[in-house]
């Protein structure tokens, strides 16, 4: 039996940043220790290829009648940068107190480790165990995971043929207040483009004469939101359903105050949409933010242009059921209406999942005996008895884009455990596991995964 602490480190230490091909050794790295780990577990392991970077499979197969478990995780990591916020090395795993310190500690590496080590724990302690298990590990989940539909193509009827998905790639209030996740906010990612003169001009000679490409670019952007905070798109609400009641009443059992939570963010104020708490906008509204925006002179001193392009890239988390490429022609229409003339705007390409949900099954008010079901009991009795409080039953605002396409196309559910907190500072520098929660957590996992084979 492995060490799951000492496991993880290992893990950890492969810089396995899917955006850059400068990473390219610790993506190899990262699936090769995988690999390995899954054989030394006697499971079944297949690395698929795909466009960009392999998807892993290990299998834990058994009699077709038993039930069949499919824990998803994601081997890339977010890029480490900046370097110098970090208090230690983000690829040499640093443990202070119980708190396990490097890039992808919490995004998704010791999550995932939870329920591999569950399973090892399982599989040593009864061999016979009447459940099939593959753990799904991509690496593209950082990066919008666009080979993940055409693996979903080749897989639907195999290695996806299942009853439910396990996964903890999200968050819980705090250490000792764990939430199962029952929604995730859709993403859709346009970058815009705007194109002015042919060259950059003299602001002197020339200016007076033409549209500035970088004035466009921020009345078009400032165009986007209206006095209320809404997205001033016509028709961007147009599908968007209403959180449940019971859904909102979760959420009104968060125990942060909203001075801790300004405070924590830095801010002296919050913008929210009209009718959210910051706590219910973050989860049930859309939202449309600029990620980054360039164009004209960005060096020392100044430099007095009238720039030739500018260009900004935009998100916008989507709730259900707005569909994420509907919601792109929208931006890109309204963009194209409002752009003014002498200025040439284009567009990338959009690219999205859309918003999940997943009813807990005793809240659909019917009895109900399916794998998924068992799970999300099992886990329910599982956390009040480890961690001594009852769970929460949060919708969350990021997003795995995959998750809304697996459930389109296969129908399967999730139950996902928030195994990080808003301190563990995902795609942020001094990103950080908690250990103690590990601990627990892999109690949780096993007793989770024994319900569903009861
Ligand atoms: N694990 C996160 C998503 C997340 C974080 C959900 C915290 C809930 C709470 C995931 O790895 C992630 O960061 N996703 C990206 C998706 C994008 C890069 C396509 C996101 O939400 O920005
Ligand atoms: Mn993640």
Redesign the pocket.
């Known amino acids: 039996m492995f060490d799951p602490l000492e496991t993880l480190k290992k893990y950890i230490s492969f810089p396995s940043v899917s955006t850059d091909p400068a990473y390219g050794e610790g993506m190899q790295g990262a699936r090769d220790f995988l690999t390995q780990l899954f054989e030394s577990m006697g499971l079944e392991v297949e690395v698929v290829k795909t466009p960009l970077h392999p998807i892993i499979l290990a299998k834990r197969v058994g009699k077709p009648e038993w039930p069949h478990v499919v824990v998803y995780g ?1 081997y890339d990591v ?1 890029p480490a940068d900046p370097f110098e916020l970090w208090d230690s090395d983000p690829f040499e795993p640093t443990v202070l107190g119980h708190h396990l310190y490097a890039r992808g500690s919490a ?2 590496k010791g999550p995932f480790m939870v329920h591999v080590s569950a399973v090892a724990q399982l599989l040593n302690e009864n061999p016979d165990i009447p459940l099939r298990i593959t753990f799904m590990v991509e690496g593209e ?5 666009p080979s993940f539909a055409g693996f979903l193509d080749a897989y639907k009827d195999t290695a996806l043929k299942a009853d439910m998905i396990l996964l903890s ?3 819980s209030p705090s250490s000792d207040q764990i939430a199962i ?1 029952t929604g ?1 906010r859709g ?1 859709v990612g346009l970058e815009v483009f705007l194109k002015g003169p042919k060259m950059d001009l003299h602001s002197g000679v020339h200016g007076g004469a033409v549209y500035n490409p970088v004035q466009a670019l921020v009345e078009l952007c400032a165009s986007l939101h209206d006095e209320a905070g809404r997205v001033n798109i016509p028709g961007f609400y147009d599908a968007v359903v209403d959180p449940e009641d019971w859904e909102r009443e979760e959420v009104n059992k968060v125990p942060t105050t909203e001075a801790e939570y300004k405070a924590f963010l830095g801010v002296k104020d919050f913008y929210t949409m009209k009718g959210f708490s910051p706590f219910e906008a973050v989860r049930f509204a859309p939202t449309l933010d600029f990620n980054g925006i360039s164009g004209g002179y960005q060096g020392e001193g100044s430099k007095t242009i009238i720039p030739a392009q500018a260009s900004i890239k935009i998100t916008m988390r989507l709730v259900p059921d707005q569909d994420p490429q509907t919601i792109a022609e929208l931006l890109k229409k309204t963009l194209q209406e409002r752009c003014p003339k002498g200025v040439e705007i284009s567009f990338g390409k959009p690219e999205g999942g859309a918003a999940y949900r997943v009813l807990p099954p005793f809240k659909s008010g019917k009895e109900e005996n399916s794998v998924l079901a068992k799970a999300f009991k099992g886990a329910d009795r599982a956390i009040e008895d480890v961690f001594g409080k009852k769970p929460l039953y949060l919708a ?6 995959i998750i809304a396409k697996i459930k389109d196309v296969t129908g399967l559910d999730c139950l996902m455990l928030g195994l ?1 907190t808003v301190e563990s500072n ?2 942020a520098p001094n990103e950080n596991f908690d250990l103690e929660m590990m601990d627990k957590a892999i109690q949780v996992s096993k007793q989770t995964l024994k319900a569903c084979c009861s």
């Open positions: 994601h977010q995004d998704n989940e950082e990066m919008g995971s790639d999200t968050s996740t995730l993403l969350e605002g990021g997003s795995i884009p990080s995902w795609h």
